[in-house]
């Protein structure tokens, strides 16, 4: 069973840093690219991040990016989402996510998610 257990969120003030983790389990971890997505008060969840299975291809959306990086240890099956310079507007509740696909079938899961909270 494909479990994603996130951690690391919690309230910072603006201009704050927080690492977000994600530890996963029940598939072969270093197979499959993963993501993070956040989904903030009355709006849609929104891809933030995602990186290759390897860990060498990376890439963050226009509104995060020089401040957020995401990186994987595929020997401890976690992948991370580091995120400095944090704004008000990046409140939301974080998610790591898998797609992988079975004999062409997609399977996704979610993790639990994180609450991450960016407030004076």
């Known amino acids: 069973e494909v479990q994603l257990v996130e951690s690391g969120g919690g309230m910072v003030q603006p201009g704050g840093s927080l690492r977000l983790s994600c530890a996963a389990s029940?598939?072969?971890?270093?197979?499959?690219?993963m993501s993070w997505h956040r989904q903030a008060p009355g709006k849609e969840r929104e891809l933030v991040a995602v990186?290759?299975?390897?860990?060498?291809?990376?890439s963050v959306v226009h509104s995060v990016k020089g401040r957020f990086t995401i990186s994987r240890d595929n020997a401890k099956n976690t992948v991370y989402l580091q995120m400095n310079s944090l704004k008000p507007e990046d409140t939301a509740v974080y998610y790591c996510y898998l797609e992988r696909r079975v004999a062409g079938t997609p399977f996704r899961s979610w993790g639990q998610g994180t609450q991450v909270t960016v407030s004076s």
């Open positions: 990186i290759s299975s390897a860990g060498g291809s990376t």
């Open positions: 029940g598939f072969i971890f270093s197979s499959y690219a």
